[in-house]
């Protein structure tokens, strides 16, 4: 019987307010259960992707009273609490400030105004314990245990200390040395994506051919088995794949990344300490869609391998930077077989820069390393091999792990445009058709694929 108002900001920022009206009010510490989930999946999604936004929801304000309870992101935290906290007062001015708040709790004054949408919903994860704490002292394998293969045929995975430990206020887990980011599967976001490739690969039938490269992410792959089995509303990612498969056009070509990736998954595909894949990771999604498309891959032997020691990734700093956490991770990145390649990367300004497609990070600061691939998050980088001689062109949308991949697929195209599209304006359809894109590639990973934010903002650039 309760209902929620959710006004959000434009997906580049945390700024919201949510009204909710309880049914009763014996609901009342259910909906701030429920408010404070909420808070905790906001802050998930932008400290992988908008991590100069966590601050707003480190300092969310929650308020309480009757039967409502009102949620309020915003840089101006503190006069949101003052006017919330004196809704009732109609005498109460602001410090500073001639206006009164009013009976109707009206919000004059404050600086975090929230653009766009309203009725927004973000996508749930099942709350779960948080486990037992593993052993406090370092562990330093680099792999869990592995040995045979499991029900499904592939490698089996085992952890050591067969228990996870949550971290507090985060979606991270930590099984033995190795953090975990977890990723559920929300269909509302799952239908809106599908809605949105299907749109479209419609409004570029004959004339572009549609890729659909869902990334699975370590939660999926390299998840211990033990883990995945008694871990509370596990979601396999390989059925979650085939129910995107299941819900896309026909005239998509679906890519299972998953299914190229299980056989190796013993393998140092995903970092420990951070929410991305290694090189090899992205070498096998390269190699998944290379059989769909009808190519030969070019083998890794082929190819240069850079290496990058001491990195400590995103799930390090959130940690708290956990020593359980160590060693370090190593980024392995491969250079593209033509050696003649080159890059271009623009930002939101449109002013373009040189770039290697794989650069040398090693003097980078530890938590930058995975910038070695192809830039790292621009709105847009344009891809050129003078080795590739038939005019193909390709447009990629992509976010973070998509950086990975390119390096790859640049060997296979006279032309590449890769979009991320958090960061790109524009019409994808009119963009593809205005450069003559053979091929169309959605590689975007599946967590991002169930998250409304993001999905949100991919919406921005398929009206």
Not at 377 to 406: H, R
Request: contains cysteine; proline residues 5%.
């Amino acid at each position: 019987g309760s209902k929620v108002q959710l006004y959000l900001g434009s997906g580049y920022y945390a700024d919201e307010v949510a009204l909710i009206t309880l049914g009763q009010k014996q609901d009342a510490a259910a909906g701030k259960s429920s408010a404070q989930e909420h808070i905790a999946q906001l802050r998930a999604q932008f400290v992988s992707y908008i991590p100069e936004e966590v601050g707003k929801i480190d300092k969310a304000v929650i308020w309480e009273g009757g039967n409502y309870i009102i949620v309020c992101i915003t840089a101006d935290y503190a006069n949101a609490k003052l006017i919330l906290d004196h809704a009732s007062d109609p005498n109460y001015k602001l410090p500073g400030s001639s206006a009164s708040t009013g009976t109707t709790g009206a919000t004059q004054g404050t600086t975090g105004s929230t653009q766009g949408t309203t009725g927004s919903t973000q996508g749930t994860t099942p709350s779960v314990p948080t486990g037992t704490t593993v052993p406090s002292q370092p562990s330093i394998s680099t792999n869990p245990t592995t040995g045979g293969s499991n029900s499904d045929g592939y490698p089996a995975l085992l952890s050591q200390s067969g228990t996870w430990y949550r971290y507090p206020d985060t979606y991270l887990i930590r099984v033995d040395n190795a953090a975990y980011e977890i990723c559920g599967f929300n269909m509302d976001s799952v239908n809106n994506y599908v809605a949105l490739v299907n749109k479209a690969t419609q409004a570029l039938k004959g004339q572009t051919t549609v890729y659909s490269i869902p990334i699975p992410t370590a939660f999926g792959v390299t998840l211990p088995d033990d883990i995945q089995a008694k871990y509370p509303g596990y979601v396999n990612q390989g059925d979650s794949t085939q129910t995107l498969f299941s819900l896309l056009s026909a005239d998509v070509q679906k890519v299972n990344v998953y299914e190229n990736m299980m056989p190796h998954r013993d393998e140092y595909l995903y970092f420990r300490t951070d929410h991305h894949w290694n090189g090899k990771g992205a070498y096998y999604a390269y190699e998944a869609f290379c059989d769909i498309k009808g190519i030969t891959p070019y083998t890794m032997t082929q190819r240069e391998e850079m290496r990058f020691d001491q990195f400590y990734g995103l799930h390090y700093t959130v940690s708290g930077k956990d020593n359980n956490l160590m060693p370090a991770d190593t980024v392995y990145a491969y250079k593209p077989v033509s050696s003649g390649a080159t890059m271009v990367f623009y930002d939101k300004n449109g002013k373009g820069t040189n770039w290697p497609i794989i650069n040398d990070v090693t003097n980078y600061d530890k938590g930058g390393k995975y910038g070695t691939f192809a830039g790292g998050d621009n709105p847009l980088t344009v891809f050129t091999n003078p080795e590739v001689t038939d005019g193909s062109v390709c447009v990629v949308v992509k976010e973070s792990f998509g950086n990975a991949l390119m390096p790859f697929l640049v060997d296979h195209y006279s032309t590449i445009y890769e979009i991320d599209y958090r960061y790109w304006t524009g019409d994808l359809v009119a963009y593809t058709k205005q450069v003559g894109a053979e091929d169309l590639i959605f590689a975007n990973n599946i967590q991002m694929i169930g998250t409304s934010l993001l999905v949100g903002k991919l919406g921005k650039i398929i009206p």
